[in-house]
């Protein structure tokens, strides 16, 4: 009889418990991967459909493919002179509870965190690399750029670093440069005043040096459309949709009647936000335009008077 029991208790571990039983007949649901089903494996009644599948969205038939379509950990990003693959020590002296540690221990991570940056910045290139992607960031903070905006300055930078542009030249004023072309690229451009306020170097040298990156990678450039000043100025002047549609329609017509050409971009789009908001009865004057887009008075009446010329149906 023991012997019986002791048998019986063996076959109960060694079968697996069912968790998941049919409602209809009592009988194993097995789960059917390939349609999201739970199915009866006695009856076939469909216990649960549509459920949520957990697993990566791609499929992988040996194991190289599936290392390489492997996402697991970080993303890689360029911002970083190691693209992010290294490992940072904390600042703070506190273990993984929070708290402190002691003397003999911080002196201990000091010690690391100095060679662990020797290791990160092994030769000149990833020290100028590091400084340059560095600057790139404060500048693209301070300007309030997107993130797409700087992954593409410091992939710009990266290329003129491997094609030695920058013997000649500084750090700061390609770091610059890439910043500018970055943001004109991707239709979120900053003037060259608003460049330069953030920049270590002065405007002739980043225009020069941005004529220079642009002509030896062969970026594609376009010049910079007035509307796309348009929504920050207005944002900054806090205007109303209206006006900004207005102002669109006014920069519309102005480059239909050939007044854009020869003109400063940032000019017109300040100009046509500030007629825009006196055709819309909102108030704002020309001394807060010019404040906002970093122009003179003088330039915002001259192409006030310019935009309204070229629209038919608005008397000067």
């Given at each position: 009889m023991p012997n019986a029991t002791l048998r019986s208790r063996e076959k109960e571990e060694e079968e697996p418990e069912r968790t998941d039983s049919c409602p209809e007949c009592g009988g194993l649901v097995v789960h059917d991967e390939e349609h999201s089903e739970k199915v009866c494996a006695d009856c076939g009644l469909v216990v649960e459909e549509e459920g949520i599948d957990r697993g990566p969205e791609w499929r992988a038939f040996d194991s190289q493919e599936k290392d390489e379509k492997s996402r697991v950990g970080a993303p890689?990003?360029?911002?970083?002179?190691?693209?992010?693959?290294?490992t940072n020590i904390d600042w703070r002296n506190k273990d993984a509870y929070g708290n402190s540690l002691g003397s003999r221990q911080r002196q201990k991570m000091q010690r690391l965190r100095k060679w662990n940056e020797r290791f990160r910045t092994r030769d000149a290139k990833e020290r100028n690399l590091k400084q340059a992607l560095?600057?790139?960031?404060?500048?693209?903070?301070?300007?309030?750029?997107?993130?797409?905006?700087?992954?593409?300055?410091?992939?710009?930078?990266?290329?003129?670093?491997?094609?030695?542009?920058?013997p000649g030249r500084s750090i700061?004023?390609?770091?610059?440069?890439?910043?500018?072309?970055?943001?004109?690229?991707?239709?979120?451009?900053r003037s060259l005043d608003e460049i330069n306020d953030v920049s270590r170097v002065d405007k002739d040298e980043i225009a020069r040096t941005y004529r220079y990156v642009i002509r030896e990678l062969g970026l594609e450039v376009k010049p910079a459309d007035p509307a796309s000043y348009v929504p920050r100025f207005a944002s900054s002047l806090e205007l109303s949709d209206e006006a900004q549609h207005r102002a669109r329609e006014l920069l519309e017509n102005a480059k239909e009647k050939g007044v854009h050409s020869g003109k400063s971009p940032v000019g017109l789009?300040?100009?046509?936000?500030?007629?825009?908001?006196?055709?819309?009865?909102?108030?704002?004057?020309?001394?807060?335009?010019?404040?906002?887009?970093?122009?003179?008075?003088?330039?915002?009446?001259?192409?006030?008077?310019?935009?309204?010329?070229?629209?038919?149906?608005?008397?000067?």
């Open positions: 890689t990003t360029n911002t970083m002179h190691d693209k992010g693959l290294s560095g600057e790139i960031d404060r500048m693209a903070s301070a300007l309030g750029l997107p993130d797409n905006v700087r992954e593409t300055a410091s992939v710009i930078y990266r290329r003129a670093l491997e094609e030695d542009l920058l700061e004023g390609v770091a610059t440069s890439c910043v500018y072309a970055a943001a004109r690229q991707a239709g979120v451009p789009a300040a100009a046509a936000v500030y007629a825009a908001a006196l055709l819309t009865n909102e108030k704002t004057t020309q001394a807060k335009v010019s404040e906002v887009a970093d122009i003179s008075e003088v330039t915002i009446r001259n192409r006030y008077h310019e935009l309204l010329e070229a629209e038919d149906s608005i008397p000067v």
